[in-house]
Each structure stands twice: as structure tokens, then as C-alpha cells.
T-cell receptor
Framework: KNEVEQSPQNLTAQEGEFITINCSYS?????LHWLQQHPGGGIVSLFM???GKKKHGRLIATINIQEKHSSLHITASHPRDSAVYIC????????????FGKGTKLSVKP | DVKVTQSSRYLVKRTGEKVFLECVQD?????MFWYRQDPGLGLRLIYF???????EKGDIPEGYSVSREKKERFSLILESASTNQTSMYLC?????????????FGDGTRLSIL
């Protein structure tokens, strides 16, 4: 069974800091998703990647397939980045089931 | 942009009631999902559907059923609500298999069973 581990569980940063959130998984996957959940509940899909690196604005996601590890980086963090960041993996042949990490709660102080 | 709409943001029901949670998506997506989210446990899949009238059990289907009569609408039913079903419920949709397609989520329904 694929397990998804995120670290850290909680993270407090000062505005402007560079932030890294890590995600590790235990078996081969076809895609890894990074999601963002703001207070109030709605979830937004940030990235889906199966190799290499993707960038969107101040957010960068990388994945190392050999090491079964992904990182989400936030450059020049801002209080509006405060949210829970969730890693999830899908594997070949999986029509419906993503395996979710428990999330990293990020708080960025002004 | 894909829009996934859940019928209620907050809902309070009583033990034993039959509860319906509705979800509608506007992008002709094949797949739709119902999750519940509890502190410390993360997101857990209750049911998903990959086509009209088709459904598959997720990790925690007990006490729930679903209905997908039309492609755009996926309903979650609590047959006889119990207090341990108090939770945040999230609906999602995707164009195809989640192994290679992003999911789009609704805003969630925070359900309290008294």
C-alpha cells in the first residue's frame, strides 16, 4: 500500500522567507499532486507532475522519481500563502483513488 | 475554469435523519468523487463515479450511498445520520483518471449531526 508522508506538519515563517514543504511516498506512482486548502475549506489544485519541475508564479514543485520524493517551494512568502498544503499521489490504473498526505499547515507572519 | 458547486456550506441535521449532499460540476467531467476530511486523518475517499449510474466504493463507504443519474450531478446520501458522520465533506471532479488528471474541488460542506 502506498503511504504518503509530509513534513513538516506545521510551519511558521516570516513574510519574505523561502519555504519548503516535503512529500515522500513508498511505491511507484504515475503522478503527484500538490493542493492548497485555505481556511474555510475549499481546495485548489496547484500542480500535477510526474517528472522534473513545474513553476507557477512564486510556487515551484519538483519531483525525484528515483528517490520517491517531491518538494513544494514558495519564494518570497506572503501572509496570503497561509494555508494547508496537501500532497497526493495517483498510480497507474487508478481511476479514482488518490492517496493523500495529512497536510502541512503553513502560517506566514507579516 | 471548472466550477464544482456543493449545495450547502453548512448543514445541521439530527441523528437518524436521511441527509442528502448535492454536487454539480459544469465541465462535462467523467469522474466525480466524495471525500470526508477530519482533523489528523486527512482526506478519505467515500465513493467515486466514473460514469453515469456507475459507482465504486472508496476507503470508507459504510453508512453512505451515492447517486449519479446525470453526468453533472453526484449526490452523497447518509441513510441514517449518526454523530460520527459529523465532518467536512468535499466533492471533486476530474476529466479522466486521477493518475494523470488534476482534480477540481468544491468549497466543502461542514455537516454537523446532533
Amino acid at each position: 500500500k502506498n503511504e504518503v508522508e509530509q513534513s513538516p506538519q506545521n510551519l511558521t515563517a516570516q513574510e519574505g522567507e523561502f519555504i519548503t514543504i516535503n512529500c515522500s511516498y513508498s511505491v511507484g506512482i504515475s503522478a503527484l499532486h500538490w493542493l492548497q486548502q485555505h481556511p474555510g475549506g475549499g481546495i485548489v489544485s496547484l500542480f500535477m507532475l510526474s517528472s522534473g519541475k513545474k513553476k507557477h508564479g512564486r510556487l515551484i514543485a519538483t519531483i525525484n522519481i528515483q528517490e520517491k520524493h517531491s518538494s513544494l517551494h514558495i519564494t518570497a512568502s506572503h501572509p496570503r500563502d497561509s494555508a494547508v498544503y496537501i500532497c497526493a499521489v495517483g498510480y497507474g490504473g487508478s481511476q479514482g483513488n488518490l492517496i493523500f498526505g495529512k497536510g502541512t499547515k503553513l502560517s506566514v507572519k507579516p | 475554469d471548472v466550477k464544482v458547486t456543493q449545495s450547502s456550506r453548512y448543514l445541521v441535521k439530527r441523528t437518524g435523519e436521511k441527509v442528502f449532499l448535492e454536487c454539480v460540476q459544469d465541465m462535462d467531467h467523467e469522474n466525480m468523487f466524495w471525500y470526508r476530511q477530519d482533523p489528523g486523518l486527512g482526506l478519505r475517499l467515500i465513493y467515486f463515479s466514473y460514469d453515469v449510474k456507475m459507482k465504486e466504493k472508496g476507503d470508507i463507504p459504510e453508512g453512505y450511498s451515492v447517486s449519479r443519474e446525470k453526468k453533472e450531478r453526484f449526490s452523497l446520501i447518509l441513510e441514517s445520520a449518526s454523530t460520527n458522520q459529523t465532518s467536512m465533506y468535499l466533492c471533486a471532479s476530474s476529466l479522466g483518471a486521477v493518475s494523470n488528471q488534476p482534480q477540481h474541488f468544491g468549497d466543502g460542506t461542514r455537516l454537523s449531526i446532533l
